[in-house]
């Protein structure tokens, strides 16, 4: 077995000209953008009334994606005091989900996003570099940028995206606050706790990684609850000014360009990346342990300072001053669920985001996945002629995304030097071998179009049906 200890070995660098003949997907009309509103409803579109349970970054997402695509969506809270109180501090948004904002025209300036330059992985006790990568041809290569958010700001455009008017759009998503919600039936019916029923067409579950709903899709004898792991992570932010200001901490922070660093040291690793356009560095410290009391609270617990500054002692001296300057540090359980489970879908409920596939922050693809999950829905409710035609769409969204969104879920458990662990696990969701190296890694993660994935499998299925509907039609005549 690979020792995750010693510097990881990457190939060459390859220019931009010999990755795009070596994959020639990545070339082409595979990244050509969509025109504006290209899944706006047609002429004759049969409009779905839709509930999304959870208005977080899965939840407005999708909204966005369901709106444009000509729906009538109403975001519900199963608790009115989880609205827009986005968790943690800092988000990636790679390649693969900042194509698909881009197409709903997320505006990225207003959410102050901040472009990635290069990361680094550094040995924690001595600050060797051990690897970098650098990323100015992201676009180049994946067709789209790797932006770095705030998560307050990535969630206030969201759900602006998602409840103002816009050009080509028959509705705009509400926000309902006034009840909570008690149940949900796989016919569509949501239950509020003031025992009125509603009846929709669709429920869209988006109600994260603690979901109380997800297991109305699986059976029984399948956990669709989190435990916890051995690890926990402290998080905070710090002003980069302040950094820059202290003769001990400035050389990690100067430089032209945006970079995301870990720090490891054995079962410890030091995560930081800036956010609000290089304004903030956002700081995740994981350590081993749990924290008591899992069932009761397991986010934005308050911590000691004394404990915190314990834990940073085995760092480097450079790193434990940064530490020191960290003001409200807040500490997380990290959880996981132990597999993933076997459907995303049931009668007129879908999973998306966390209810369906919660992931550890390893691969930075928590986010990307839920925003490639509500484009999926999106493109693949779109012109929908009938509402008989409901099924067979979310059949196509089951096949579209479980094999993705399970294969991400197993490799996010762990760090991309650690990935040798988990791939035994990973291989049934793969077709070829599981990508054990950074640029495997990043290929597999970022590549994706779902947006034109998702219409080439709905485009595909119309095919396949009328071919068996002509088949039929022709073995009808012979008789």
Same mark, same amino acid.
Request: include cysteine; glycine fraction near 6%; charge should be neutral.
């Given at each position: 077995?690979?020792?995750?200890?010693?510097?990881?070995?990457?190939?060459?660098?390859?220019?931009?000209?010999?990755?795009?003949?070596?994959?020639?997907?990545?070339?082409?009309?595979?990244?050509?953008?969509?025109?504006?509103?290209?899944?706006?409803?047609?002429?004759?579109?049969?409009?779905?009334?839709?509930?999304?349970?959870?208005?977080?970054?899965?939840?407005?997402?999708?909204?966005?994606?369901?709106?444009?695509?000509?729906?009538?969506?109403?975001?519900?809270?199963?608790?009115?005091?989880?609205?827009?109180?986005?968790?943690?501090?800092?988000?990636?948004?790679?390649?693969?989900?900042?194509?698909? &904002?881009?197409?709903?025209?997320?505006?990225?300036?207003?959410?102050?996003?901040?472009?990635?330059?290069?990361?680094?992985?550094?040995?924690?006790?001595?600050?060797?570099?051990?690897?970098?990568?650098?990323?100015?041809?992201?676009?180049?290569?994946?067709?789209?940028?790797?932006?770095?958010?705030?998560?307050?700001?990535?969630?206030?455009?969201?759900?602006?995206?998602?409840?103002?008017?816009?050009?080509?759009?028959?509705?705009?998503?509400?926000?309902?606050?006034?009840?909570?919600?008690?149940?949900?039936?796989?016919?569509?019916?949501?239950?509020?706790?003031?025992?009125?029923?509603?009846?929709?067409?669709?429920?869209?579950?988006?109600?994260?990684?603690?979901?109380?709903?997800?297991?109305?899709?699986?059976?029984?004898?399948?956990?669709?609850?989190?435990?916890?792991?051995?690890?926990?992570?402290?998080?905070?932010?710090?002003?980069?000014?302040?950094?820059?200001?202290?003769?001990?901490?400035?050389?990690?922070?100067?430089?032209?360009?945006?970079?995301?660093?870990?720090?490891?040291?054995?079962?410890?690793?030091?995560?930081?990346?800036?956010?609000?356009?290089?304004?903030?560095?956002?700081?995740?410290?994981?350590?081993?342990?749990?924290?008591?009391?899992?069932?009761?609270?397991?986010?934005?617990?308050?911590?000691?300072?004394?404990?915190?500054?314990?834990?940073?002692?085995?760092?480097?001296?450079?790193?434990?001053?940064?530490?020191?300057?960290?003001?409200?540090?807040?500490?997380?359980?990290?959880?996981?669920?132990?597999?993933?489970?076997?459907?995303?879908?049931?009668?007129?409920?879908?999973?998306?985001?966390?209810?369906?596939?919660?992931?550890?922050?390893?691969?930075?693809?928590?986010?990307?996945?839920?925003?490639?999950?509500?484009?999926?829905?999106?493109? &693949?409710?779109?012109?929908?002629?009938?509402?008989?035609?409901?099924?067979?769409?979310?059949?196509?969204?089951?096949?579209?995304?479980?094999?993705?969104?399970?294969?991400?879920?197993?490799?996010?458990?762990?760090?991309?030097?650690?990935?040798?662990?988990?791939?035994?696990?990973?291989?049934?969701?793969?077709?070829?071998?599981?990508?054990?190296?950074?640029?495997?890694?990043?290929?597999?993660?970022?590549?994706?179009?779902?947006?034109?994935?998702?219409?080439?499998?709905?485009?595909?299925?119309?095919?396949?049906?009328?071919?068996?509907?002509?088949?039929?039609?022709?073995?009808?005549?012979?008789?």
């Amino acid at each position: 077995m690979e020792d995750s200890t010693k510097p990881i070995h990457c190939p060459p660098d390859e220019t931009v000209a010999s990755r795009l003949l070596r994959n020639g997907r990545y070339a082409g009309e595979y990244y050509k953008p969509f025109p504006p509103n290209h899944f706006a409803p047609k002429p004759g579109q049969q409009s779905l009334d839709i509930a999304i349970i959870g208005a977080g970054i899965a939840g407005l997402n999708a909204a966005v994606a369901l709106v444009q695509s000509g729906h009538n969506v109403e975001l519900k809270m199963f608790e009115r005091s989880k609205f827009a109180h986005e968790i943690g501090a800092a988000i990636h948004m790679c390649p693969n989900a900042t194509r698909i &904002l881009s197409y709903y025209e997320f505006d990225f300036e207003a959410a102050r996003a901040t472009q990635l330059h290069q990361s680094s992985l550094l040995d924690a006790h001595t600050l060797e570099i051990l690897r970098i990568a650098r990323t100015p041809d992201t676009v180049r290569l994946y067709g789209a940028s790797y932006s770095l958010f705030h998560r307050v700001d990535l969630h206030q455009q969201l759900q602006k995206l998602a409840t103002e008017p816009r050009p080509n759009t028959k509705y705009v998503a509400k926000i309902n606050l006034s009840s909570e919600i008690l149940d949900i039936d796989l016919d569509g019916t949501v239950i509020l706790t003031s025992g009125e029923r509603m009846k929709k067409d669709l429920i869209v579950v988006a109600d994260g990684v603690r979901t109380k709903f997800a297991a109305k899709v699986v059976s029984d004898q399948i956990s669709t609850g989190v435990s916890p792991t051995e690890k926990v992570v402290y998080r905070f932010l710090i002003p980069t000014e302040r950094l820059l200001e202290d003769p001990r901490t400035r050389s990690l922070f100067e430089g032209e360009g945006f970079q995301a660093n870990i720090a490891r040291l054995d079962d410890r690793r030091l995560v930081w990346y800036p956010c609000r356009q290089g304004a903030l560095q956002n700081f995740g410290f994981f350590v081993p342990g749990k924290i008591q009391g899992y069932e009761q609270e397991v986010w934005n617990i308050p911590v000691d300072r004394e404990t915190f500054l314990k834990d940073c002692s085995p760092l480097h001296p450079i790193l434990q001053a940064v530490c020191s300057k960290a003001d409200d540090i807040k500490l997380f359980q990290l959880c996981m669920r132990k597999q993933p489970i076997p459907a995303l879908t049931k009668g007129s409920v879908v999973l998306i985001g966390d209810a369906a596939h919660p992931m550890l922050p390893h691969q930075g693809q928590g986010g990307a996945m839920a925003v490639e999950d509500g484009a999926a829905l999106g493109v &693949l409710l779109s012109d929908l002629r009938s509402k008989k035609d409901v099924p067979r769409r979310l059949q196509l969204f089951q096949e579209l995304r479980f094999n993705r969104v399970s294969a991400v879920q197993i490799l996010s458990s762990v760090g991309q030097d650690e990935i040798h662990k988990v791939v035994k696990a990973a291989q049934p969701f793969f077709e070829g071998p599981v990508p054990t190296t950074v640029e495997g890694l990043n290929d597999y993660n970022y590549t994706p179009n779902i947006l034109r994935d998702a219409l080439e499998l709905l485009r595909q299925d119309r095919k396949d049906s009328l071919a068996k509907q002509e088949q039929k039609g022709y073995a009808s005549s012979r008789i």
